[in-house]
């Protein structure tokens, strides 16, 4: 593995680190709800974005205006994946919903690459993901198992982690396609955020007072805007401009284990072992990851 791959790989690997704190974090705002926190965290931290990359962006204008179909579908998928993915966890528990999010996020973003862009999965991409997806299912399994009563909100809290899986899979695939395209780093990612961060506003407005009720609830979306958001997609972006965005999303399969250890050890969460079975498949894909061989496209003659 050369070493921009190995920078990349632990760039979005600390970034799937503090993305897996979220869920954890957000249940110290437990009158808040998750459109609020998913429309803060996202909103207000993609906006950041774009008001740190605005010399890039100025620079990139034509550049995007020549692109805009892939900068609007980022931007409308990086709006409805933080409104699915919270209300995923609010449902079906902190563990299940990260899961289930950002297992079906590599699927999306394979699929993604091979329909667009013609891009063959290598075997060893395929059998990383392939673990990571089975580590997933043993993870919902256990935790459905644990509580049959509430079938019907997890079934719902899964359709939803589906929900955001494919729109994390579609602005991820967006924004390395802008930037296969010649636009900086800097610019698609503060574009895509951007647009996105200002399609959240609305949400915010209506749904965010809880936010501003007291200290504790402002201290818990001002983490998510700065330190998860702001911080670690500054981190995935580094990460997706050096590998392909299927790579980068399956690398992320280590959200959910951090989710999962975390919602057992802070919020209370029961982990059967069964559970721990899955996250240790989960795991055992990054490993193979690492040093899998990168999907390459297929290039037209």
Sequence with gaps: MNRQRSLAFAAITTTSILWGTTGTVATFAPDVGPLAIGA???GLGG???ALIAIPALRRALPQLKANRTSLIVGAI???IYPLAFYSSM????VALGSVVSLASAPLASGLLERIIQRTPLSKWWLFAAGLGIIGSIVLCLAKMSNEPSETV???LGILLGLVAGGTYATYSWSAQRLMSRGVSRAASMGAIFGVGGALLMPVLAVTGAPLLANAQNFSVAAYMVIVPMFLGYLLFGYGLARVPA???TAITLSEPAVAAILAVLVVGE???SLGWI???VIGLSLVVLAFAPTNKPVHSS
Aim: avoid cysteine; charge should be positive.
């Design 153 to 155: 909100q997890t079934v």
């Design 246 to 248: 299927s790579t980068a």
């Design 40 to 42: 803060a965290a996202l």
């Design 278 to 280: 899955g996250l240790s």
């Design 77 to 79: 998928a990086v709006a």
């Design 47 to 49: 906006l950041l974005q």
């Design 270 to 272: 029961r982990l059967s």
């Design 90 to 93: 609010h449902l079906a528990g």
